[in-house]
C-alpha cells in the first residue's frame, strides 16, 4: 500500500481493502506510484535480448542513486547513435551552401557534439564521468527528405558504456543547427534519436534492429 502522505510503501493490511473504504484510490487512480522500479524489455539483439531487466538507478527502496560501479573492470567500450532534424527545403540548402547567418552550421554543429558528449556526466544526474578516448560526429544532408542526420561514435576505456554519451552527442548537435538556423526556419523537427548500437561490457554486443528513419 501507497500511503501519498509519507511516500512510502507499506504491506497491505490484512483485512479485505475495497476502492470505497481506501480513502486515497481516488487520488492515486491513474498514477504511476514512486518506490515501485519499473522494468524495461530489451527489443534488440545480443545477450539477454527480450529479456525483461531490472531498473538499476533504484535501490530496493525505490530511491533514485548513482549505480557503484566500483567492482565493474575497465573494458573497452564503444556506442554509436543517431538521430536527425528536418527542415524546409530552403533551410537545407543554406547549410548545404554555407550561406547560414551564422556561418558554418556542421562544423560549429560538429563541435557542440563533441563538447556535449565530454560533458554529459554534467547535464545527466546519475550517469557517471567517464574518460572518453574517441568521438566521431558525422552530418549527412538527405535533400529528398528535407533533413540532416547526425551520427554520433563514442568511445571509452572502463567499468560502463557510452550510450548516455552518444545519446547526447546527437541531441546537442541537433540542437545546435536548430540554434543557427532557426531565424530561417523555426518549425524544424527533430526526431529518430536512438542508439544503434553498442559494444563491450558484460552484457557483450546489442545493435538496434534495422530500421529507416521515418
Known amino acids: 500500500m501507497y500511503d501519498i502522505r509519507t511516500d512510502q510503501w507499506f504491506p497491505w493490511p490484512t483485512r479485505r481493502f ?10 492515486l487512480s ?3 506510484l514512486p518506490g515501485r522500479p519499473q522494468v524495461s524489455t530489451d527489443s534488440g539483439q545480443g ?3 527480450g529479456k525483461a531487466q531490472e531498473l538499476s538507478h533504484f535501490d530496493a527502496s525505490g530511491q533514485a542513486h548513482m549505480v557503484d560501479v566500483g567492482g565493474k573492470p575497465s573494458t573497452d567500450r564503444l556506442a554509436r547513435a543517431t538521430g536527425y532534424i528536418r527542415m524546409q527545403a530552403g533551410t537545407l540548402a543554406l547549410i548545404a551552401q554555407g550561406q547560414a547567418g551564422k556561418g558554418d552550421v556542421l562544423g560549429v554543429a560538429r563541435i557542440a557534439a563533441i563538447q556535449g558528449a565530454k560533458r554529459t556526466a554534467e547535464l545527466v544526474p546519475l550517469c557517471h564521468p567517464l574518460p572518453i578516448t574517441r568521438i566521431e560526429v558525422t552530418f549527412a544532408l538527405e535533400p529528398a527528405q ?3 542526420v547526425c551520427t554520433a561514435l563514442v568511445a571509452t576505456r572502463g567499468p560502463t558504456g557510452v550510450e548516455m554519451e552518444a545519446l547526447t552527442a546527437v541531441q546537442v548537435g541537433l540542437l545546435t543547427i536548430y540554434d543557427m538556423c532557426k531565424a530561417a526556419d523555426r518549425g524544424m523537427e527533430m526526431g529518430g534519436i536512438r542508439v544503434l548500437e553498442k559494444h563491450g561490457g558484460a552484457s557483450g554486443s546489442w545493435q538496434a534492429e534495422a530500421a529507416a528513419h521515418p
Open 18 to 27: 475495497t476502492r470505497a473504504n481506501n480513502r486515497y484510490g481516488s487520488r
Open 30 to 32: 491513474g498514477r504511476r
Open 47 to 49: 545477450p539477454g535480448a
Open 146 to 148: 528535407e533533413r540532416v
